[in-house]
């Protein structure tokens, strides 16, 4: 959300008039969170009294007085101690982006989107356009564009052919069978198709010859090991700790990947594959002793939890 907000403040600062006044909750707040809210709103007693969770708290201060003027970034003590380099404290300072950003809002007044709250517990919380933001809503399925492309086959093409239209343009020619083939090969399982292979579909006629070919190819063991190195590389899987000059080497790791390959290839469920990945531990009761081979997976699944980079030997 910091990098968002900081997008947007960059380019109201690049017109002369802004389409639209900065807000507090919108893009002042993600800021603070980011980089203040832990001295100043996270404990019931803030550092030096100023609480920033409120844009209000901001304009009445701490013990050094008010940390904002409305109207006044000039005169506001907020932007004298982050120019400074006072705050935040450390090593991570707010970029120039997100300090422009703060004096352009105060600038425009300080505004807020809403009435703020009279009393707020203590703690940062979440607040409703937190809330808000894409990936904490309930997945939803839109409206399928109507559109008059005759060559759309499925809803994504729908989307894809509506967003064309408004363009003037229109779907590109259904690519050759060959070139479709090729495509399956390499986005499943990472390898080209054998000239037998090749044969074989091109003399498949039949109406569902792409579909079939799909489905086998997503029950090939190639399509975990091609798919699970994408999980593997966000989870920073290695075979060896590389945390200093000591490389040392994790002699179970390969039991974490062999997993991953086996739950894509055995199609577990999301919620499952990340549960597992978390808590697995926390699901096998103790002792652990005659495991079931599910089990056993459960806490393999937990070398999630180490593929970060350790030096505590």
């Known amino acids: 959300m910091v990098w968002l907000s900081t997008l947007s403040a960059a380019t109201m600062l690049s017109a002369n008039e802004p389409a639209e006044p900065l807000t507090f909750e919108r893009d002042i707040r993600p800021i603070l969170k980011a980089h203040c809210l832990d001295c100043h709103g996270a404990e019931a007693e803030p550092k030096g009294g100023l609480d920033l969770r409120l844009a209000r708290f901001m304009l009445s201060g701490g013990d050094s007085g008010a940390a904002i003027v409305a109207g006044q970034p000039a005169g506001s003590l907020l932007i004298e101690r982050i120019e400074s380099g006072e705050m935040p404290p450390g ?51 839109p409206a399928v564009p109507d559109v008059k492309d005759g060559a759309v086959r499925t809803p994504i093409d729908s989307f894809i052919a509506a967003r064309l239209e408004q363009r003037g343009l229109s779907l590109s020619a259904d690519a050759e069978r060959l070139t479709l083939l090729r495509r399956a090969y390499f986005d499943l399982t990472g390898l080209p198709p054998t000239r037998e292979e090749v044969a074989e579909f091109l003399a498949d006629e039949s109406a569902n ?30 075979d060896s700790e ?72």
């Open 91 to 141: 090593e991570k300072k707010m970029s120039a982006a997100e300090l422009s950003t703060i004096r352009l809002w105060i600038e425009q007044g300080a505004k807020t989107s809403r009435p703020e709250p009279e009393k707020l517990d203590p703690g940062i919380g979440i607040t409703p356009e937190e809330r808000e933001f894409w990936s904490f809503q309930p997945i939803a399925r």
């Open 209 to 238: 010859a792409y579909e079939r070919l799909v489905e086998r190819l997503l029950e090939s063991p190639h399509y975990g090991e091609r798919w699970g190195r994408h999980w593997l590389d966000a989870a920073g899987y290695a």
């Open 242 to 313: 590389g945390y200093t000059n000591n490389d040392a080497v994790r002699p179970w790791a390969y039991k974490y990947r062999d997993w991953v390959v086996r739950a894509l290839n055995a199609d577990m469920p999301v919620d499952q594959f990340i549960v597992w990945q978390l808590a697995g531990d926390e699901l096998v009761l103790p002792p652990h002793t005659n495991l079931s081979a599910e089990q056993i997976d459960m806490l393999t699944a937990t070398g999630f939890l180490r593929m970060a980079a350790d030096g505590t030997g």
